[in-house]
Nanobody, 122 residues
Framework: QLQLTESGGGLVQPGGSLRLSCAAS??????TAWFRRAPGKGREALLC????????YYSDSVRGRFTISRDNAKNTVYLQMNRLMPEDTAIYYC?????????????????WGQGTQVTVSS
């Protein structure tokens, strides 16, 4: 089964930046999305990227601040987060599917990482 390993979370001050990584096992390429779950809230879809094509944006709150990209040589998908705000505090998850189509629905993704905590605070 595909395994996803997230890293890069931590504590950052408001206005700062972080880059999260989602490393996939194997040598195949998958459609991968980033989700987050803030304290007391449900899972929110952020962005998605396929093996090829333009990324899909699903959250107005992160548009213009967050960027998704991938490095196929490393089997890794990244989430670059800039101008972070306290409301960005959440557990961030990456999720993948074999189907080469992006989706904002969590149920569309069969494979999930363990999550990485991002805390934005002074």
């Amino acid at each position: 089964q595909l395994q996803l390993t997230e890293s890069g979370g931590g504590l950052v001050q408001p206005g700062g930046s972080l880059r999260l990584s989602c490393a996939a096992s194997g040598k195949d390429y998958y459609t991968t999305a980033w989700f987050r779950r803030a304290p007391g809230k449900g899972r929110e879809a952020l962005l998605c990227i396929m093996n090829g094509g333009a990324p899909a944006y699903y959250s107005d709150s992160v548009r213009g601040r967050f960027t998704i990209s991938r490095d196929n040589a490393k089997n890794t998908v990244y989430l670059q987060m800039n101008r972070l705000m306290p409301e960005d505090t959440a557990i961030y998850y990456c999720a993948s599917r074999r189907f080469n189509v992006c989706s904002s629905g969590a149920n569309a993704y069969a494979y999930w990482g363990q999550g990485t905590q991002v805390t934005v605070s002074s």
